[in-house]
């Protein structure tokens, strides 16, 4: 696997461009059981393609911050569906996990809980 920064890195890693404006805590909490999903299996930091920036749904929730879309094209079908199933063991209620044609979507989204 020929990621650019992976071993090194020591955390999530974001694709240049970017926009993490107003990403919110719950999130980032999300995007670290991924990552840790992500090590675990390739050994490398999960990179993150997308957060408010880009061009997502209507009413998507990467506008408000708790939307994020992290790389899964650099892994085979059975990696993609390892690696989905250990990130949704591993993230905290409340969220959803996606599986896109070349990426995952993550969002939080705790539907009507909150006041
Ligand atoms: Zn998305």
């Known amino acids: 696997m020929s990621s650019r920064r992976g071993n090194e890195a020591e955390a ?4 240049d461009g970017v926009y993490v404006r107003g990403v919110s805590a719950e999130l980032v ?16 930091a999960v990179t993150v393609t997308s957060v408010s920036d880009g061009r997502h749904g209507n009413k998507s929730l990467h506008y ?19 690696f989905f199933a250990k990130a949704s063991d ?3 209620e409340d969220f959803d996990l996606v599986a896109e044609s070349d990426h995952f979507h993550l969002e939080f989204d705790p539907r009507g809980r909150l006041p």
């Open 64 to 82: 408000s911050g708790r939307g994020a879309d992290v790389r899964t094209r650099h892994l085979s079908a059975e990696e993609r569906q390892a």
């Open 90 to 92: 591993y993230l905290p």
């Open 29 to 44: 909490l999300g995007l670290s059981a991924l990552d840790s999903a992500h090590r675990e299996l390739t050994g490398e």
């Open 12 to 15: 999530v890693i974001f694709k």
